[in-house]
């Protein structure tokens, strides 16, 4: 079982994360840092390479969410080809995109999270993990790996395989969908949708009980940016990328694409490989947002789908318009997979999903393309420069995880704030400290935390850069 | 009137992998075995051009002979006895392709003949499981200047198939090797751009024998690139048997 959720390679943050917590002199937090360690490269070693093959490298970055760069990567490369996709071929993607979702959010969600919501933040952390969780709770672990296979069958059989389908393409998809397949993910969605439902229905009962957490577990205002689609609404594959700010207030909408950097810059922190995405307008400190889940519901008008729209009217009642605290990026999820079955469904009962023309087949006809996309994580935006032979000469990369990095930082300072008691720190501390970035279900803690082998490492350190405790897991 | 007769190429016996079998006076060691339906692994051989020798994964062992001999290369001989497969061949052979592996960037999972690569097939079936050389690392460019074709360097394993197709079948003579050893380049005409070479007719020939993912049509993605090579073979007898 635990091999199910073993990632390697990951993204380009994926690794080991380092927290420093600084004290002042009397003891109480000055600062906290979350430095992402690796550095991955892809962006520079993509130089050269034809533009055919984007796709298939860039889905290397992740071994969780290939299908989400293969996705901004084809969109990008779209771009260059200067083509309209095929009808069909965009329905498609749109399909595995969702797969996608539902199998990423049923890992980040039952397989990384549910044993901290299940067992407890405080529970013993040998057992505070999948495994425990199968132990205690077997029908639920059944759940999440039941609700995660949903979502990778249906990529495997869209794609050939479950990590790394080579079959999105520039202009499209390399192979129709046929209506025996159609059929067998549409008889599959009822079993996912019950256990969506179950699973949604449960979590709301428990929210409640996480005060402490909900309050502290950056909890701040800050902007948001997600996708939406023309109409305003929920949107994970195509759309317009719309910036809100902590009052729900829109600061920006119908950003095309191409446009990204008028509104989104990057600062490079000399403490993490990381960079700082900000919006662009209002500086780095003001220019704070997040994106992911939480980020889509608070961004978009309605659903789009009556069952979803019913959690969202839920959600929003109780979590809050806009939610502010990244603890209901939870919930957001569990929404979400909601939202992706029934998308699944709707997209299916489409004649056109079935058809034959998939691909549309052209040549470079521009130097600078843009994709983005919604990743389970948030807004992906792949941007290449090619020259006249169609080969790569610059590529930049903004992933999910990035956009929240000035987020992540701010939300362990707050949950150290609140938990740390400045002399000695505890492994309850650690785990919330743990479970705040979890919330954001950033790669780097896919790989650790399921294992109970999280490689996190805290130093406590004075004003004089003296360590005063550590406190190491591996 | 004289009456053309055949004359019976002069025959004779030898035996691989214990096996008797005939052969006939200029066949190679090689054609013998695959006449007799004895696989011998090969990568720069192609049926229909002529033999190089340059891979040496055909390397056969000759019973009282000290030294090893390409079968691609080496002419069938009476009462010879080849041996094809021994444990010191096999290990050799994946020790060949270890380095042909290390010389260059070969990336399957993202290549384009990625699933149609004869060197990734090979590799398979010779039980090539770790690379125990270091790996080079080179610095290629990949060209992809042409209209319809990319050759990309990175993917090379200097099998000279594009070079003997070009010149023997096409009759172009674009493709040819620059450089020594290590250092070897496939090259078009005087090493210029392959879309600016004036000799090339773009008959895609040396993009269908080439057995890996450095000669390939352009647009692409991964994977896709499958060779069709059944041509050659007759594209050579109808060659030979025209006036």
């Given amino acids: ?474 | 009137m004289t009456v053309p007769t055949i004359v019976p190429a002069q025959s004779f016996s030898m035996k691989i992998d214990g096996i008797d079998v005939s052969a006939r006076a200029g066949q190679t060691i090689l054609e013998v075995a695959q006449e007799n339906g004895i696989e011998i692994p090969m990568l720069c051989y192609v049926e229909g051009l002529s033999n190089w020798g340059g891979c040496r994964l055909c390397l056969v062992e000759v019973v009282g002979q000290k030294k090893l001999f390409p079968a691609c290369s080496t002419a069938a001989s009476e009462d010879a006895q080849v041996v094809t497969n021994s444990e010191r061949l096999q290990r050799y052979r994946r020790t060949i392709l270890e380095l042909i592996f290390s010389e260059r960037n070969h990336v399957c999972a993202v290549c384009v003949s990625n699933g149609h690569c004869e060197l990734q097939a090979m590799a398979q079936k010779l039980g090539m499981t770790h690379i125990h050389v270091p790996y080079r690392f080179p610095s290629h460019d990949v060209d992809s200047s042409h209209d319809r074709f990319r050759l990309d360097q990175n993917r090379c394993i200097l099998c000279t198939r594009c070079v003997r197709v070009c010149a023997e079948i096409e009759g172009a003579a674009t493709k040819g090797v620059s450089g020594r050893g290590i250092e070897s380049l496939i090259i078009n005409d005087l090493k210029e751009a392959w879309g600016d070479s004036q000799t090339c007719t773009s008959c895609s020939k040396c993009v269908h024998v080439c057995p890996t993912g450095a000669l390939v049509e352009k647009g692409t993605a991964a994977a896709e690139m499958a060779k069709r090579r059944q041509f050659l073979p007759y594209l050579t007898v109808m060659r030979e048997n025209t006036p």
């Fill in chain 1, 1 to 474: 079982m635990p091999r199910q959720v073993i990632i390697d390679p990951v993204t380009r943050i994926e690794g080991h994360a380092k927290i420093t917590l600084t004290l002042g002199d009397d003891g109480k937090l000055q600062d906290a840092l979350f430095h992402v360690t690796q550095f991955r490269g892809f962006e520079k070693f993509v130089e050269g390479r034809p533009l055919t093959e984007m796709p298939s490298i860039m889905a290397r970055i992740c071994g969780i969410c290939p299908v989400s760069h293969l996705m901004a990567s084809a969109k990008a490369c779209d771009d260059l080809l200067a083509v309209e996709i095929p009808s069909a071929a965009d329905k498609l993607r749109r399909l595995m995109n969702l797969a996608q979702f539902v199998q990423s959010h049923a890992l980040s969600f039952f397989h990384l999270s549910s044993p901290d919501l299940i067992l407890g933040m405080d529970s013993d952390p040998a057992v505070r993990n999948v495994i425990g969780l199968i132990q205690k709770f077997p029908d639920r672990a059944r759940d999440g790996v039941m609700l995660r296979k949903f979502g990778q069958q249906i990529i495997e059989w869209l794609g050939g395989k479950r990590v790394h389908p080579a079959w999105v393409v520039p202009g499209g998809v390399n192979q129709k969908l046929s209506p025996q397949r159609r059929d067998e993910i549409l008889a599959a969605t009822a079993e996912a949708m019950k256990i969506a439902r179950r699973t949604i229905d449960w979590f709301k009962t428990i929210v409640d009980k996480y005060p402490a957490e909900i309050e502290s577990f950056a909890n701040f205002p800050t902007m948001f940016a997600s996708l939406v689609n023309p109409d305003g609404n929920w949107e994970h594959y195509d759309g317009l990328l719309k910036f809100i700010d902590s009052k729900g207030k829109s600061v920006v909408e119908g950003v095309l694409p191409r446009d990204y950097d008028k509104f989104i810059a990057e600062r490079v922190e000399d403490f993490s490989y990381l960079k700082s995405p900000y919006f662009k307008p209002l500086g780095p400190a003001a220019g704070i947002y997040r994106v992911g889940p939480l980020a889509r519901l608070n961004c978009c008008k309605r659903m789009g789908y009556p069952l979803a729209d019913k959690e969202l009217d839920d959600f929003r009642g109780r979590a809050g318009n806009p939610a502010l605290s990244s603890f209901h990026f939870h919930w957001a999820r569990l929404v979400e997979i909601i939202a992706g079955i029934e998308g699944i469904q709707r997209l299916l009962d489409d004649k056109e999903i079935t058809s034959d023309f998939v691909r549309a087949r052209a040549r470079p006809n521009r130097f600078d393309g843009v994709g983005i996309s919604e990743a389970p994580r948030g807004t992906l935006i792949h941007h290449y420069r090619i020259d006249g032979n169609g080969q790569m000469r610059w590529a930049n990369l903004i992933i999910a995880t990035g956009h929240n990095n000035m987020a992540m930082n701010r939300g362990i300072k707050q949950v150290a704030e609140r938990f740390v008691d400045g002399k000695k720190l505890t492994e309850g501390m650690l785990n919330r400290v743990e479970a705040v970035i979890r919330t954001f279900d950033p790669c780097l803690s896919c790989s650790t935390h399921a294992l109970g082998q999280m490689p996190l490492r805290i130093e406590l350190r004075d004003g004089m850069g003296n360590m005063v405790d550590e406190l190491c897991r591996s």
